[in-house]
């Protein structure tokens, strides 16, 4: 019998570096490139911000005085028509204009519901075409286009149904317009720049917010139709940029196995000579192809649901993406039930989100994801609560609560944006984080009918938004740690890092 010691020991050969590795390799360090690339297409977020909360000014219930005596008459709908009028023209508010205040809750909340269900309807519809047959770029380009097409055509509105279904459509567009923003721009730069980024459209929807007030306000004798008209028509000057100066994710391109358009990108963004690259990169042909063939419009979906620990991850962060929802939509949409001026009232709320795009910029990098997104929400939620418990002789400390819970709700949003982004592979990634928008989305739906009940109650509509946020925040705690680990590009990869942390555990 041979003497196995004199047997020949197979050379070891080294690892096969991941997609995520290689791609760092050839990115190299943050550049001028990179750069010009983040904050081109996070400018979308300005065009989202503007879309959502432009019913707080369109559809704002007007002032009104009266033309005889009637000063113990709070509610003018108990008076006679011709005994009050507007204090300015009718056609500044689509409630005035189309004769709605004195319309029950649906209908008055009905434009604004409508918004959302369009954007439910779009995460349904196109979630999974950015991670299958469109990418981050083209997908991004068509939601911009169909939400800003949709605006412009709103002024053409003849009454609240038509309106309503334009805003249904303009939902649908802009379901997943940041989603690939926020994905096309983290996945264009290193791991080391990838939590900065993503904060950059936070940033630059905190600025699409401050500028309604500032564009309400210029218009604030105009027709509500203005307010449109000078927020859609820019954004479809965007989109011609995006069309010719954005370009699609190098990882994207890879994982479809379109490995000759992926180095073209790499050499446009990349600060390193990645001149041998290709050779690199076909190590990764035969499962790229096989992604690439499998991968069809809702199999992410369906991928994410074959696995429990993807399950759980997924409805974990729906729950706390709904409750979020709620707060983060709804206490904007609210601001007008307080006695308090709603430009000045909008502005302050805006304000609140750019500190907290600062600190999730500056800090996303030393912040446990986890613990939080869980410490934020139970902020949000007492505060909330607290404008309901406290009396109206504490009516500054009120407003300082209300800034205080939505504060604590976007900076919670925000991590939570970055929270996903780390918790899924690059397969579904981008189906991931439009669920999770769309269960936000799921929570705005209910908001206008919860703003229109507590329009007589001042703070009512924020204890609901309290009690939620609580409840709903607590389901962090089902989600694994991520901060500092690498994203996986594969179902596979991350089940198995996913197994080696339980083991460890």
């Known amino acids: 019998m041979a003497d196995s010691s004199s047997t020949p020991l197979l050379p070891k050969h080294p690892p096969v570096p991941s997609l995520d590795e290689t791609l760092e390799r050839y990115i190299g360090d943050f550049g001028w490139a990179q750069l010009f690339q983040a904050f081109l297409v996070s400018f979308a977020w300005v065009f989202d911000a503007q879309q959502i909360f432009i019913s707080v000014f369109t559809d704002a219930e007007p002032s009104w005085?009266?033309?005889?005596?009637?000063?113990?008459?709070?509610?003018?709908?108990?008076?006679?028509?011709?005994?009050?009028a507007w204090d300015r023209a009718a056609d500044t508010s689509i409630v005035s204009e189309w004769n709605l205040s004195c319309a029950g809750y649906f209908v008055k909340s009905l434009p604004a519901s409508s918004f959302f269900?369009?954007?439910?309807?779009?995460?349904?519809?196109?979630?999974?075409?950015?991670?299958?047959?469109?990418?981050?770029?083209?997908?991004?380009?068509?939601?911009?286009?169909?939400?800003?097409?949709?605006g412009t055509f709103t002024i053409f509105s003849p009454n609240l149904w038509i309106y309503s279904g334009l805003r249904f459509v303009s939902g649908i567009g802009r379901a997943t317009l940041v989603t690939c923003a926020l994905v096309l721009s983290t996945e264009l730069v290193g791991k080391r720049?990838?939590?900065?980024?993503?904060?950059?459209?936070?940033?630059?929807?905190?600025?699409?917010?401050?500028?309604?007030?500032?564009?309400a306000y210029l218009n604030r004798d105009s027709s509500w139709k203005y307010v449109y008209l000078w927020t859609s028509i820019p954004a479809l000057l965007y989109c011609f940029l995006v069309l010719f100066f954005v370009l699609e994710s190098p990882r994207w391109l890879m994982v479809r196995g379109r490995k000759e358009e992926a180095v073209a990108t790499l050499k446009s963004i990349g600060t390193v000579n990645i001149n041998s690259?290709?050779?690199d990169l076909m190590a990764f042909e035969e499962e790229e192809e096989e992604i690439s063939t499998n991968l069809n419009l809702f199999s992410a979906i369906r991928i994410l649901l074959e696995k429990r620990w993807a399950m759980q991850r997924l409805s974990a962060v729906m729950i706390v993406g709904f409750g979020l929802g709620m707060v983060y939509y709804g206490m904007p949409l609210a601001l007008g039930n307080l006695p308090f001026n709603l430009y000045w009232n909008v502005t302050f709320n805006a304000l609140s989100e750019l500190p907290s795009s600062l600190i999730a910029l500056f800090f996303i990098e030393?912040?446990?994801?986890?613990?939080?997104?869980?410490?934020?929400?139970?902020?949000?939620?007492?505060?909330?609560?607290?404008?309901?418990?406290?009396?109206?002789?504490?009516?500054?400390?009120?407003?300082?609560?209300?800034?205080?819970s939505y504060f604590s709700t976007c900076t919670a949003f925000d991590i939570?944006?970055?929270?996903?982004?780390?918790?899924?592979?690059?397969?579904?990634?981008?189906?991931?984080?439009?669920?999770?928008?769309?269960?936000?989305?799921?929570?705005?739906?209910?908001?206008?009918?919860?703003?229109?009940?507590?329009?007589?109650?001042?703070?009512?509509?924020?204890?609901?938004?309290?009690?939620?946020?609580?409840?709903?925040?607590?389901?962090?705690?089902?989600?694994?740690?991520?901060?500092?680990?690498?994203?996986?590009?594969?179902?596979?990869?991350?089940?198995?890092?996913?197994r080696a942390a339980g083991s460890s555990a």
Not at 125 to 137: C, E, F, M, P, Q
Not at 369 to 397: D, H, P, Q
Not at 468 to 475: A, D, H, Y
């Open 416 to 498: 939570l944006l970055i929270y996903n982004i780390e918790l899924f592979p690059t397969t579904v990634r981008n189906s991931a984080m439009a669920v999770l928008r769309q269960s936000a989305a799921l929570g705005a739906v209910l908001c206008p009918v919860i703003v229109e009940m507590g329009r007589g109650s001042g703070y009512l509509s924020y204890g609901v938004f309290g009690v939620v946020t609580i409840s709903c925040g607590l389901f962090v705690g089902c989600l694994p740690e991520t901060k500092g680990g690498r994203l996986c590009d594969t179902m596979e990869e991350e089940e198995k890092k996913h």
């Open 366 to 404: 030393r912040l446990n994801r986890k613990s939080s997104v869980l410490a934020l929400t139970m902020i949000s939620g007492v505060c909330s609560i607290m404008c309901v418990v406290i009396g109206e002789e504490w009516r500054t400390v009120k407003i300082g609560l209300e800034l205080v």
């Open 117 to 150: 269900i369009g954007s439910l309807v779009g995460g349904v519809v196109l979630a999974t075409l950015a991670d299958s047959s469109l990418g981050r770029k083209n997908m991004l380009l068509l939601s911009c286009l169909l939400m800003s097409a949709t």
């Open 193 to 215: 720049w990838r939590g900065q980024v993503g904060v950059i459209g936070f940033i630059f929807f905190t600025l699409g917010f401050l500028s309604l007030p500032v564009i």
């Open 277 to 279: 690259s290709f050779s």
């Open 65 to 84: 005085h009266c033309t005889e005596p009637c000063a113990s008459v709070s509610d003018f709908c108990q008076l006679p028509k011709g005994s009050w």
